[in-house]
């Protein structure tokens, strides 16, 4: 079976677009990278039935991708006990700055954080997070707003914030 027409021009240019979608998603580079190959495949089985722009059907394959394997993950392993400092790196420079809030969004309920990534981090509108997401850019609005207020009450953005 050949290549569809247009598949892998899609596939170069959007690719690292999808894959910033897919890691603010997972919130881990190797899962984003599964989630983007899964939703590539399955975009390519489907890609006679794409009309316009394939790019918002593919990040909804995506994001429903996603949700499906948040229902069926395996919880992974924990660690006990806390990790040494990596050798030969200050603990300034091994932490990110940002990381209390990659946390605070990470417990937020899944159709929040990703209303969360696609409206403020791939700065779409709410009609388009409407159109990714399959729902009515009433719940966007909704679910979004409800994000907020729980990032607003969420302690580590609370401190965070007034250290800044």
Partial sequence: ????????EF???AST???????????????????????????WRAWQR????PEPYVRRIMVNTYATWWRRRWRDERPTE???EPVGVSPEAAVDEREWLWQ???????????VVVLRFYEDMTE???????????????????????????DDSVVREGMRR
Avoid: N, W, Y
Avoid at 21 to 35: C, S, V
Avoid at 50 to 53: R, S
């Fill in 1 to 8: 079976m050949g290549v569809p027409e247009g598949f892998e």
């Fill in 11 to 13: 596939v170069a240019g």
């Fill in 17 to 43: 677009r999808l894959l910033r979608t897919a890691f603010l998603l997972t919130r881990d580079m190797g899962h984003a990278e599964d989630l983007l190959q899964t939703s590539l495949a399955r975009a």
């Fill in 50 to 53: 794409v009309q316009g722009d």
């Fill in 82 to 84: 806390v990790l040494p």
């Fill in 104 to 114: 605070a969004l990470g417990r937020l309920p899944r159709r929040q954080r990703a």
């Fill in 127 to 153: 009609a388009q997070a409407a159109d990714v997401l399959g729902c009515s850019i009433g719940t966007v609005k909704s679910q979004a707003s409800r994000a907020i207020a729980k990032l607003r009450l």
